[in-house]
């Protein structure tokens, strides 16, 4: 082999010379933007506009994960037998069309409880499956795994930085021209990411799976391919098990900020906006935290910042105190999840053939937001029971009970990730075959 070609092969094409990823890149950014701006305005047009008890929103925030147990697998199945791009941008137009039914029926005073858990939950699935052929079409902009992690950290990154700016601008939206109006800049969100992705799309290649393949079929193939690859399934289950809880400290945090500790919608929104700075950081360092000290004991550390959530209802003082002990709780678990995440995925996207991740993506939906209804009514009714703080306390210490599994998956070696290109698994091997 030529010098050159040795060169070639240790320096693959930088990222930001990979058009569609970039144009893929600002999409996710836009969108996520909006999303985050809706994470604190939904809440909010419950609590502000409709008044809703604890009960209530522990019915909203069910909505949310529904799909993922009702619809994930099925989904999962749909997202190997269509060309996923174009899922992607249909998902995205219909977001942007549901979330803007909030505003308008706000506008003409008809809004109900009623009509935003429909809009929640049938969002909820298109954002499932946008979400399942996202995981699945990174490999397709991104051919050299040598950069899977990479890439993922980018993406990640992406999503970080609009999460940083977007409870920062719901917050003033919501205090200067209501929640409803926040709610339409999600709206208008999805659509500029739609238009971005047609400008930015590669080839989108047909699926390998054979459309008269049953589903029964289909779905243990799935299974199948999930369960042999115990570092996936580790972490899976290390961020299912806090994630039920975590839908149910999300069911009573709007409430108890506003009700509890009497903070204004901006004041929650710049908590939210410090608090996103996790995730960056998350983005930021993977990559070399992962080569410099290995993926399997800091995938442990990172299972132990899923205890953020705890710092809520401990949070007392002063209000500039409040704020940086709820921040600085955000802060850390939105390192410890996002870390989690980019670990997995470029796991995922290594050790699985491609034609299976949106199954296999399906599937550690099911185990992680499967239980997120239930988690969301759970916590709707500790907060009503025994009251807001209480039940805050009982779930922030539920979402540590997910680090028993990170640690012994590091201790018996299934969570180390290889981020060159000459290590594939057999599937991998078996799909190149195959093609």
């Known amino acids: 082999m030529s010098e050159q070609q040795t060169t070639e092969v240790a320096k693959p094409k930088s990222l930001w010379r990979n058009r569609p990823f970039v144009m893929f890149w600002v999409a996710q950014a836009m969108s996520n933007m909006g999303t985050q701006v809706s994470e604190l305005a939904i809440p909010l047009t419950a609590v502000i506009v409709l008044s809703a008890t604890p009960a209530e929103m522990g019915i909203l925030t069910a909505m949310e994960p529904l799909p993922s147990l009702v619809l994930g697998l099925f989904l999962g199945v749909l997202v190997d037998r269509v060309r996923r791009a174009r899922l992607m941008f249909w998902c995205n137009i219909g977001q942007a069309v549901l ?76 205090q200067v021209l209501t929640a409803p109006i926040a709610v339409a800049v999600d709206a208008a969100s999805f659509l500029v990411a739609a238009v971005l992705q047609l400008f930015g799309r590669r080839t989108d290649p047909k699926p390998a799976v054979e459309h008269n393949e049953r589903i029964g079929a289909s779905l243990r193939e799935g299974f199948r391919a999930f369960a042999r690859h115990k570092g996936v399934v580790a972490l899976t289950v290390a961020k299912g098990v806090p994630d039920f809880f975590h839908w149910g400290v999300l069911a009573l945090y709007v409430l108890y900020a506003v009700r509890e500790l009497h903070l204004s919608p901006a004041t929650i929104g710049l908590i939210a906006m410090v608090a996103s700075l996790g995730p960056v950081v998350a983005g930021l360092v993977v990559a070399p935290v992962s080569r410099r000290f290995g993926t399997a004991w800091t995938s442990v550390i990172g299972a132990v910042l899923l205890g953020g959530n705890l710092l809520i209802p401990f949070a007392t003082g002063p209000t500039w105190m409040v704020i940086a002990i709820i921040a600085f709780g955000q802060f850390i678990l939105g390192l410890g999840v996002v870390y989690l995440i980019i670990v997995r995925q470029t796991m995922l996207q290594q050790s699985v053939a491609h034609h299976l991740l949106g199954r296999v993506g399906a599937v550690m939906r099911l185990i992680e937001w499967g239980p997120g209804p239930v988690g969301g009514l759970v916590g709707g009714l500790l907060g009503q029971v025994y009251g807001l703080r209480t039940g805050l306390i009982v779930l922030g210490i539920g979402c540590l009970l997910g680090v028993p599994w990170v640690v012994i998956a590091a201790v018996r070696g299934h969570l180390d990730v290889t981020d060159t290109g000459d290590v594939a698994s057999a599937d991998v091997k078996d799909e190149k075959h195959q093609t």
């Open 99 to 174: 979330i803007g039914t909030i505003p308008l029926a706000a506008m003409f005073g008809v809004l109900t409880l009623a009509q935003m858990c429909i809009v929640m939950f049938t969002a909820g699935g298109l954002a499932l499956a946008y979400a399942l052929a996202h995981t699945a079409y990174i490999p397709v902009l991104v051919t050299d795994n040598r950069q899977l992690t990479t890439a993922n950290g980018v993406v990640a990154l992406s999503d970080s930085v609009a999460a940083v700016a977007g409870p920062g601008v719901a917050g003033v939206l919501v």
